[in-house]
């Protein structure tokens, strides 16, 4: 199993990224996936997730600016970040949710950086 995240940088205050997350050995097109982010020191925060059939949901924090999606030809998921604010600096994981503990699996990390 391999979830390896891409995309990350150095951004100025109202731009915007794209990450992708590129997944591997696992059925990715019936997995829900999320992605999360954390700042050294803080908590790990959920910010958005989608469902294999492409429904997605939002934390507040990032409804409206981020949006989800997923490629299933490519096995990929991907998180569009626009209106991009220092405060979203911060390691951007994509995950694979499950029900069960041992199948949820991360990614290595993307760092984010938003800064002028």
């Known amino acids: 199993v391999q979830l390896v995240e891409s995309g990350g940088g150095l951004v100025q205050p109202g731009g915007s990224l794209r990450l992708s997350c590129a997944a591997s050995?696992?059925?990715?097109?019936?997995?829900?996936m999320s992605w999360a982010r954390q700042v050294p020191g803080k908590e790990l925060e959920w910010l958005c997730g989608?469902?294999?059939?492409?429904?997605?949901y939002y934390a507040d924090t990032v409804k409206g600016r981020f949006t989800i999606s997923r490629d299933n030809a490519k096995n990929t998921v991907y998180l569009q970040m626009n209106s991009l604010k220092p405060e979203d600096t911060a390691v951007y994981y994509c995950?694979?949710?499950?029900?069960?503990?041992?199948?949820?699996?991360w990614g290595q990390g993307t760092q984010v950086t938003v800064s002028s």
């Open positions: 989608i469902y294999g059939d492409g429904i997605t």
């Open positions: 050995g696992f059925a990715f097109s019936s997995s829900t």
């Open positions: 995950r694979r949710d499950a029900s069960s503990a041992d199948e949820v699996f």
